[in-house]
């Protein structure tokens, strides 16, 4: 993932994000680590001359749209003064003002059972699909099962297997015990041998 070059302290995007100021050489030593993978956001020519000065790499005017990705870095160069509003900057008046440097970086988002696509959690989602998979099985109690152990005699801790036979063979999931009551199906001792079906043949119960 490329190191953006800004010349603001901006939030492009949705997200968590981290802002810590750093010395002039630890920006040179940043862009000098990475100097071939580099995106300027630069969008005036002064401020690509000044910075290609002080960081000792040739910085391009590029006037793109950016959008911070998660876990990307952005190179923020922000002066120390708020200029007249519209007004391009030489690099002498840019050096009057005075600047500092800025890492800004988005945090990569961890994924929880209550991350939310602004609608649902996962974790709401899932007893959904636990819902509606215990109404097609209590509907087809005589093709359905449930036990606590694996055809081999294995099972993870507090878990139970339910799951249902289609005239295109099996489809099944794992829920903890706390669900049992919700399927009112035939208990078997071992569940019957996986006949190796997985989560994209999930079309198999459209055949019940």
């Given amino acids: 993932m490329k190191i953006a070059i800004l010349n603001t302290t901006i939030l492009t995007a ?21 100097a071939d993978n580099l995106l300027s956001a630069i969008g005036h020519q002064s401020t690509a001359d000044i910075l290609t000065n002080l960081l000792d790499v040739k910085i391009e005017v590029n006037r793109i749209q950016f959008k911070q990705e998660p876990g990307q870095l952005a190179l923020c ?21 005075g600047y500092e440097f800025k890492l800004l970086y988005m945090k ?3 994924i929880t059972e209550n991350t939310s696509d602004g609608y649902h959690t996962f974790k709401e989602l899932y007893h ?13 109690k005589e093709k359905a099962w449930k036990s606590k ?19 295109k063979g099996q489809y099944s999931y794992h829920y903890k015990m706390e669900n049992w009551d919700y399927f009112n ?8 041998e996986w006949d190796g079906h997985q989560p994209n043949d999930i079309e198999r119960l459209l055949s019940l």
């Fill in 14 to 34: 949705n997200g968590d994000f981290g802002l810590k100021s750093i010395s002039l050489e630890k920006a040179k030593s940043l862009i000098e680590l990475n």
């Fill in 77 to 97: 160069f922000k002066l120390n003064g708020r200029p007249e509003e519209g007004k391009i900057l030489t690099i002498g008046e840019i050096e009057e003002i």
């Fill in 108 to 110: 990569e988002e961890i």
């Fill in 185 to 192: 199906v035939n208990e078997v001792n071992k569940a019957p």
């Fill in 128 to 140: 959904h699909r636990m819902i509606l998979f215990s109404v097609l099985c209590n509907s087809n």
């Fill in 149 to 167: 152990l694996h055809a081999d005699g294995t099972m993870f801790p507090d878990y139970f297997i339910i799951g249902i036979d289609t005239p």
